[in-house]
């Protein structure tokens, strides 16, 4: 029951705002917002973990993937805000705000944690684009604060601060917008002490518009851990936006595709997850 409730919430959110043509600033975009402007968006990301990595399968050296056993179940709702602001013509500030959902059931415990997740604050400086406008450049920098819930288990946030450094390139490739991204995240000491191991992320998304309203989409993320860690994810987003004046609504499947796992950073992983997003512009 918990997965329809919580689709249902996160598709009353979205309604609530009307209609309306946005440039939308994906992910992986470097798109900035006019001066004085304002935008937002919205997604929602369900994972129901499916596995996780064992590194005592194989000896102590390697690890392998083993099915969660039937008695545990592990899932993660996460329904993220995020506000932006141009300043300037090319500097646009955002603010995320996640809620945040955390629900563990074994044959002796059925714990959840419900709340605000880590605040994030990523600004990104467009430094270049071309007289036609179709191509840009931007870098990216960022903190993340560890305002989640640390004291109940499971946690919303492992209490680490998290510093960001990245670059994002848009550009066309025929009819299509092609959107490149790359960050770098420098984790601090955890809460309990252990460092958060660093992490870099890389995005690549593909717009295909196929009518004025509607566009086709097909995402890539990687995440890959660094300082000693063999943690890698590779996960694959196909899907769809509609586009309104204002509002764009998208909807997209994560397919893990590659995973090799990591005790330092994390545990386990999910074979699909659905994730839904909305951006609204008010200008």
Known sequence: M??????????????VAASACALPIVGASAN???AGAFMMDTYF???????????SLHGPDEGGWIDL?????????????????????????RASL?????YVRTDEVEDTNTGLGDIVIDPK???????????????????????GDTDNAPALSDGSTGYLAGAALTHPAGCMNVHWCGTYWMNGERESGADAKDLGIGLLSIENPVTAEWTLLLEFKGYMGFEDSDFRRLYACPGAMWNGERLSIGVSTMISVVGEGSQSVSPVDFDWAPYVRAYYRFF
């Open 98 to 102: 996640p809620l945040a959902d955390r």
């Open 69 to 93: 056993p039937e008695d545990r179940e592990l899932s993660f709702i996460d329904l993220t805000p995020r506000l932006y602001y141009g300043a300037t013509d090319w500097l646009t500030i």
């Open 125 to 147: 400086i467009r430094i270049y684009q071309s007289e036609d406008l179709a191509v840009r450049f931007s870098i990216l920098t960022g903190v993340r604060l560890p305002t």
């Open 45 to 55: 990301l369900w994972r129901d973990f499916s596995r996780e990595y064992n590194s």
């Open 2 to 15: 918990r997965r329809p409730i919580a689709l249902a919430t996160a598709l009353a959110v979205f309604g």
């Open 32 to 34: 900035t917002l006019p």
